[in-house]
């Protein structure tokens, strides 16, 4: 079994959002516990409201960014998806097409499966390239239903 997601992954699902939720939240808390008399620029109405925005904008963004992040490892059998917490195998012949998406920084891989799993029907993770390309190139009779969809 080979690991053909990033390490990065881990600092971006687990680091990134806990830091920012505890710190950020904590700042929430802070400033409508002041008195808006000892600090007059964050105890005002406006200061508030475009903090409050600005924390619910940025956590939806973790939300639907880094925290769908998969850890993904591909075996000779099945590949095997993890959210960190719990890991789920599925079948190759399960996938029904894989896109890659490059961002110029990094690429993003989302396979997409036939029938919804654990971790619903997309699971997308940024492909650690060396291990990617070396198991997709190794072991490409696993991937023989994609490469006839596409010619088909």
């Given at each position: 079994?080979r690991?053909?997601?990033?390490?990065?992954?881990?600092?971006?699902?687990i680091?990134?959002?806990?830091?920012?939720?505890v710190?950020?939240?904590?700042?929430?808390?802070?400033?409508f516990?002041?008195?808006?008399?000892?600090?007059?620029?964050?105890?005002s109405?406006?200061?508030?409201?475009?903090y409050?925005?600005?924390y619910?904008?940025?956590?939806?963004?973790?939300?639907?960014?880094?925290?769908?992040?998969?850890r993904?490892?591909?075996?000779?059998?099945k590949?095997y998806?993890?959210?960190?917490?719990?890991?789920?195998?599925?079948?190759?012949?399960?996938?029904?097409?894989?896109d890659?998406?490059?961002?110029?920084?990094?690429?993003?891989?989302?396979?997409?499966?036939?029938?919804?799993?654990?971790?619903?029907?997309?699971?997308?993770?940024?492909p650690?390239?060396k291990?990617?390309?070396?198991?997709?190139?190794?072991?490409?009779?696993?991937?023989?239903?994609?490469?006839?969809?596409?010619?088909?």
């Amino acid at each position: 079994m080979r690991r053909v997601s990033n390490n990065i992954t881990i600092f971006l699902k687990i680091f990134i959002p806990t830091f920012w939720f505890v710190f950020f939240t904590s700042f929430l808390v802070a400033i409508f516990l002041i008195d808006p008399d000892k600090i007059p620029f964050m105890g005002s109405w406006q200061f508030r409201t475009g903090y409050v925005i600005m924390y619910i904008l940025f956590g939806l963004f973790l939300y639907f960014t880094f925290m769908k992040l998969l850890r993904v490892d591909m075996g000779p059998e099945k590949f095997y998806a993890s959210n960190y917490m719990k890991t789920y195998a599925y079948d190759y012949s399960n996938i029904q097409k894989i896109d890659e998406q490059n961002y110029g920084i990094f690429k993003l891989i989302v396979i997409h499966l036939n029938s919804k799993g654990s971790l619903g029907n997309r699971i997308t993770f940024i492909p650690s390239y060396k291990n990617y390309e070396f198991f997709i190139n190794g072991h490409k009779e696993l991937f023989e239903h994609l490469i006839d969809k596409e010619n088909a």
